[in-house]
């Protein structure tokens, strides 16, 4: 094993996860701090409630980018000889994760970011796009119909895991459907202030491209 190279590829990840979309594009824009608007996430879904559907489908673009872009460095550690072809589903994984991590808590931004739904995305799609295809759909269906990002974006993460399930979408490595569902479970877990809201029918619905300004 390489290990300078696995080492530095890994806090590559970290580093690319921490790029704040957000907040940069808030700031360069629109002159305001992201964070101290709506919900206070610095996130593709609190940028299309207080920005609008253009930076809001900028930011998420992006944010999927970097996820797909930091889990995509195990390959490069592949290719180079640096880990075995059985690693690589298990560095695909260590590579995302801190690039959620980055999302989470960027070093560009005093470690204050958004929920890492999007990079989570783009790290899913670099290690099982067929399954994460049928994910997006669930979710652009579920958003049509209730608007709530947070609903969409949780019923797309339970939707991969019980998907790992079926012979059609299981993968070779069990380790990923084990991933699936503490993936489903964190995402729970990290939308459970929009739990509350949707409850009391309160969270923030976003706007589609057809709605009238």
């Known amino acids: 094993m390489n290990l300078p190279l696995v080492l530095g590829l890994l806090v590559a990840a970290y580093f690319i996860g921490s790029i704040p979309t957000a907040l940069w594009v808030g700031r360069l824009f629109f002159g305001i701090d992201i964070r101290e608007h709506g919900s206070g996430n610095s996130g593709a879904t609190n940028t299309f409630r207080v920005l609008g559907k253009k930076p809001g489908s900028f930011v998420m673009a992006i944010d999927v980018l970097k996820g797909w872009a930091a889990t995509s460095l195990a390959s490069v550690m592949l290719n180079q000889g640096a880990i075995l072809p059985e690693q690589l589903l298990y560095y695909q994984i260590a590579c995302g994760v801190l690039a959620v991590l980055g999302h989470i808590y960027p070093i ?92 009391t029918g309160t969270e923030s619905r976003v706007p589609m491209p057809w709605d009238k300004k």
């Open 108 to 199: 560009y931004a005093g470690f204050r970011g958004g929920k890492g739904v999007a990079t989570v995305l783009g790290m899913m799609l670099a290690i099982a796009p067929a399954t994460v295809g049928v994910c997006i759909l669930v979710f652009i269906i579920t958003l049509l119909i209730s608007r709530y990002v947070s609903l969409s974006s949780m019923t797309a993460g339970m939707t991969f895991a019980v998907l790992q399930l079926l012979p059609q979408f299981r993968p070779q490595n069990q380790l990923l459907v084990w991933f699936g569902f503490v993936l489903a479970v964190l995402l729970v877990y990290t939308h459970r202030a929009n739990i509350g809201r949707l409850r």
